[in-house]
T-cell receptor
Framework: GENVEQHPSTLSVQEGDSAVIKCTYSDSASNYFPWYKQELGKRPQLIIDIRSNVGEKKDQRIAVTLNKTAKHFSLHITETQPEDSAVYFC????????????FGGGTRLMVKP | ETGVTQTPRHLVMGMTNKKSLKCEQH?????MYWYKQSAKKPLELMFVYSLEERVENNSVPSRFSPECPNSSHLFLHLHTLQPEDSALYLCASSRGTSGLSNEQFFGPGTRLTVL
Protein backbone atom coordinates (compact mmCIF):
# COMPACT_ATOMS: atom_id res chain seq x y z
CA GLY A 1 0.00 0.00 0.00
CA GLU A 2 0.85 3.67 -0.11
CA ASN A 3 3.11 5.19 2.53
CA VAL A 4 3.36 8.94 3.04
CA GLU A 5 6.15 10.54 5.08
CA GLN A 6 5.88 14.17 6.16
CA HIS A 7 8.59 16.50 7.50
CA PRO A 8 9.14 18.33 9.70
CA SER A 9 6.78 17.27 12.46
CA THR A 10 6.96 20.74 13.99
CA LEU A 11 7.93 24.05 12.41
CA SER A 12 8.25 27.43 14.05
CA VAL A 13 8.63 30.58 11.95
CA GLN A 14 8.49 34.31 12.51
CA GLU A 15 5.50 36.16 11.15
CA GLY A 16 6.21 37.24 7.60
CA ASP A 17 8.68 34.44 6.91
CA SER A 18 8.01 31.53 4.58
CA ALA A 19 7.23 27.98 5.66
CA VAL A 20 7.86 24.80 3.68
CA ILE A 21 6.48 21.36 4.50
CA LYS A 22 7.65 18.34 2.54
CA CYS A 23 6.08 14.96 1.88
CA THR A 24 7.24 11.84 0.10
CA TYR A 25 5.12 8.99 -1.14
CA SER A 26 5.95 5.44 -2.06
CA ASP A 27 3.52 4.39 -4.79
CA SER A 28 4.22 5.91 -8.20
CA ALA A 29 0.56 5.26 -9.12
CA SER A 30 -0.59 8.01 -6.74
CA ASN A 31 -2.19 10.74 -8.80
CA TYR A 32 -3.84 13.22 -6.46
CA PHE A 33 -2.22 15.08 -3.57
CA PRO A 34 -4.32 17.24 -1.25
CA TRP A 35 -3.25 19.28 1.75
CA TYR A 36 -5.46 19.69 4.80
CA LYS A 37 -5.21 22.29 7.56
CA GLN A 38 -6.45 21.56 11.06
CA GLU A 39 -6.63 24.46 13.48
CA LEU A 40 -6.60 23.74 17.18
CA GLY A 41 -9.85 22.11 18.24
CA LYS A 42 -11.29 22.17 14.74
CA ARG A 43 -11.77 19.71 11.93
CA PRO A 44 -9.29 19.22 9.06
CA GLN A 45 -10.17 21.22 5.95
CA LEU A 46 -8.81 21.06 2.43
CA ILE A 47 -6.70 24.09 1.55
CA ILE A 48 -5.08 23.15 -1.75
CA ASP A 49 -4.53 20.11 -3.93
CA ILE A 50 -2.58 19.09 -7.00
CA ARG A 51 -2.95 16.40 -9.61
CA SER A 52 -0.12 14.35 -11.02
CA ASN A 53 -0.26 16.03 -14.43
CA VAL A 54 0.61 19.40 -12.89
CA GLY A 55 3.96 20.46 -11.41
CA GLU A 56 2.89 23.47 -9.40
CA LYS A 57 -0.28 25.14 -8.21
CA LYS A 58 -0.68 28.43 -6.40
CA ASP A 59 -3.51 30.02 -4.47
CA GLN A 60 -2.65 33.43 -3.00
CA ARG A 61 -0.03 32.81 -0.28
CA ILE A 62 0.02 29.05 -0.55
CA ALA A 63 1.52 26.92 -3.27
CA VAL A 64 2.14 23.24 -3.80
CA THR A 65 4.83 21.67 -5.95
CA LEU A 66 5.01 18.09 -7.16
CA ASN A 67 8.02 16.13 -8.37
CA LYS A 68 6.70 12.86 -9.75
CA THR A 69 10.14 11.48 -10.56
CA ALA A 70 11.35 11.91 -7.00
CA LYS A 71 7.88 11.14 -5.57
CA HIS A 72 7.74 14.13 -3.34
CA PHE A 73 5.52 17.16 -3.00
CA SER A 74 5.73 20.27 -0.88
CA LEU A 75 3.53 22.97 0.60
CA HIS A 76 4.86 26.51 0.56
CA ILE A 77 3.32 29.29 2.62
CA THR A 78 4.67 32.80 2.06
CA GLU A 79 4.26 35.87 4.28
CA THR A 80 3.06 33.72 7.14
CA GLN A 81 0.54 35.12 9.57
CA PRO A 82 -0.42 33.99 13.09
CA GLU A 83 -3.68 32.55 11.72
CA ASP A 84 -1.60 30.13 9.64
CA SER A 85 -0.69 28.36 12.89
CA ALA A 86 -2.22 24.88 12.66
CA VAL A 87 -1.43 21.27 11.91
CA TYR A 88 -1.02 20.59 8.20
CA PHE A 89 -1.53 17.15 6.68
CA CYS A 90 -0.43 16.02 3.26
CA UNK A 91 -2.09 13.05 1.60
CA UNK A 92 -1.74 10.88 -1.46
CA UNK A 93 -4.48 9.16 -3.40
CA UNK A 94 -4.40 6.32 -5.88
CA UNK A 95 -7.37 6.14 -8.19
CA UNK A 96 -7.47 2.36 -8.16
CA UNK A 97 -6.56 1.48 -4.58
CA UNK A 98 -9.80 1.20 -2.66
CA UNK A 99 -10.55 4.89 -2.95
CA UNK A 100 -8.56 5.94 0.09
CA UNK A 101 -6.43 8.88 0.99
CA UNK A 102 -3.22 8.02 2.84
CA PHE A 103 -2.24 10.85 5.15
CA GLY A 104 1.17 11.95 6.32
CA GLY A 105 1.94 12.30 10.01
CA GLY A 106 1.20 16.02 10.12
CA THR A 107 3.26 19.15 10.71
CA ARG A 108 2.50 21.53 13.56
CA LEU A 109 3.23 25.02 12.24
CA MET A 110 3.62 27.83 14.74
CA VAL A 111 3.85 31.39 13.47
CA LYS A 112 5.26 33.73 16.08
CA PRO A 113 4.06 37.35 15.94
CA GLU B 1 -20.32 24.31 9.47
CA THR B 2 -23.17 21.77 9.45
CA GLY B 3 -22.35 19.65 6.39
CA VAL B 4 -21.08 16.74 8.49
CA THR B 5 -22.28 16.36 12.05
CA GLN B 6 -21.21 13.97 14.77
CA THR B 7 -22.76 12.99 18.08
CA PRO B 8 -21.86 12.89 20.82
CA ARG B 9 -19.04 15.43 20.84
CA HIS B 10 -17.58 13.97 24.01
CA LEU B 11 -17.91 10.48 25.43
CA VAL B 12 -16.46 8.86 28.53
CA MET B 13 -16.97 5.12 28.87
CA GLY B 14 -15.73 2.19 30.90
CA MET B 15 -14.07 -0.79 29.29
CA THR B 16 -17.18 -2.94 29.66
CA ASN B 17 -19.60 -0.40 28.20
CA LYS B 18 -21.25 -0.48 24.79
CA LYS B 19 -21.72 2.81 23.05
CA SER B 20 -22.20 4.11 19.52
CA LEU B 21 -20.90 7.12 17.67
CA LYS B 22 -23.12 8.70 15.05
CA CYS B 23 -22.24 10.65 11.94
CA GLU B 24 -24.60 12.32 9.50
CA GLN B 25 -23.78 14.15 6.29
CA HIS B 26 -26.07 16.64 4.59
CA UNK B 27 -23.99 17.07 1.44
CA UNK B 28 -25.45 14.37 -0.79
CA UNK B 29 -22.14 12.50 -0.75
CA UNK B 30 -21.73 8.84 -1.63
CA UNK B 31 -18.75 7.87 0.53
CA MET B 32 -18.20 8.08 4.28
CA TYR B 33 -15.17 7.41 6.44
CA TRP B 34 -14.14 6.87 10.05
CA TYR B 35 -10.73 8.13 11.17
CA LYS B 36 -8.98 7.85 14.50
CA GLN B 37 -6.85 10.82 15.54
CA SER B 38 -4.39 10.43 18.39
CA ALA B 39 -0.98 11.71 19.35
CA LYS B 40 0.65 8.52 18.03
CA LYS B 41 -1.08 8.48 14.62
CA PRO B 42 -2.52 11.82 13.65
CA LEU B 43 -4.96 10.61 10.98
CA GLU B 44 -5.53 6.88 10.85
CA LEU B 45 -8.18 5.59 8.47
CA MET B 46 -10.43 2.97 10.05
CA PHE B 47 -13.30 2.33 7.66
CA VAL B 48 -14.54 3.44 4.27
CA TYR B 49 -18.07 3.05 2.98
CA SER B 50 -18.82 3.75 -0.65
CA LEU B 51 -22.47 3.63 -1.65
CA GLU B 52 -23.19 1.92 1.66
CA GLU B 53 -20.74 -0.92 1.04
CA ARG B 54 -17.61 -1.28 3.13
CA VAL B 55 -14.53 -0.89 0.96
CA GLU B 56 -11.63 -1.01 3.40
CA ASN B 57 -11.35 -1.69 7.10
CA ASN B 58 -7.60 -1.44 7.55
CA SER B 59 -7.35 -4.28 10.07
CA VAL B 60 -9.17 -2.43 12.82
CA PRO B 61 -9.86 -4.50 15.98
CA SER B 62 -13.27 -6.13 16.12
CA ARG B 63 -14.22 -4.11 19.19
CA PHE B 64 -14.97 -1.37 16.61
CA SER B 65 -17.94 -2.21 14.43
CA PRO B 66 -19.14 0.18 11.72
CA GLU B 67 -22.62 0.40 10.30
CA CYS B 68 -23.81 2.38 7.31
CA PRO B 69 -27.60 2.07 6.92
CA ASN B 70 -27.74 4.63 4.10
CA SER B 71 -25.47 7.09 2.34
CA SER B 72 -26.22 9.86 4.84
CA HIS B 73 -25.60 8.03 8.10
CA LEU B 74 -22.63 6.23 9.55
CA PHE B 75 -22.25 4.63 12.95
CA LEU B 76 -19.32 3.28 14.91
CA HIS B 77 -20.36 0.76 17.54
CA LEU B 78 -17.94 0.41 20.44
CA HIS B 79 -17.65 -2.62 22.71
CA THR B 80 -15.11 -3.58 25.41
CA LEU B 81 -12.67 -0.86 24.44
CA GLN B 82 -9.22 -0.39 25.92
CA PRO B 83 -7.73 2.79 27.39
CA GLU B 84 -5.46 3.09 24.33
CA ASP B 85 -8.58 3.54 22.22
CA SER B 86 -9.01 6.98 23.75
CA ALA B 87 -8.75 9.43 20.86
CA LEU B 88 -10.66 11.82 18.66
CA TYR B 89 -12.84 9.93 16.19
CA LEU B 90 -13.46 11.86 13.02
CA CYS B 91 -16.10 11.11 10.45
CA ALA B 92 -15.71 12.36 6.89
CA SER B 93 -17.64 12.19 3.64
CA SER B 94 -16.77 12.72 0.00
CA ARG B 95 -18.81 13.20 -3.13
CA GLY B 96 -17.35 10.21 -4.84
CA THR B 97 -14.51 7.80 -4.58
CA SER B 98 -12.24 8.70 -7.46
CA GLY B 99 -9.92 11.54 -8.28
CA LEU B 100 -10.87 15.03 -7.23
CA SER B 101 -14.31 13.93 -6.01
CA ASN B 102 -12.44 12.39 -3.12
CA GLU B 103 -12.13 15.73 -1.26
CA GLN B 104 -13.05 14.81 2.26
CA PHE B 105 -15.31 16.93 4.43
CA PHE B 106 -14.73 16.21 8.08
CA GLY B 107 -17.10 16.33 10.98
CA PRO B 108 -16.15 17.97 14.30
CA GLY B 109 -15.18 14.65 15.86
CA THR B 110 -16.10 12.76 19.01
CA ARG B 111 -13.57 12.98 21.82
CA LEU B 112 -13.61 9.49 23.37
CA THR B 113 -12.08 8.68 26.74
CA VAL B 114 -11.95 5.05 27.88
CA LEU B 115 -11.43 4.58 31.59
Amino acid sequence: GENVEQHPSTLSVQEGDSAVIKCTYSDSASNYFPWYKQELGKRPQLIIDIRSNVGEKKDQRIAVTLNKTAKHFSLHITETQPEDSAVYFCAAYINNAGNMLTFGGGTRLMVKP
Amino acid sequence: ETGVTQTPRHLVMGMTNKKSLKCEQHLGHNAMYWYKQSAKKPLELMFVYSLEERVENNSVPSRFSPECPNSSHLFLHLHTLQPEDSALYLCASSRGTSGLSNEQFFGPGTRLTVL
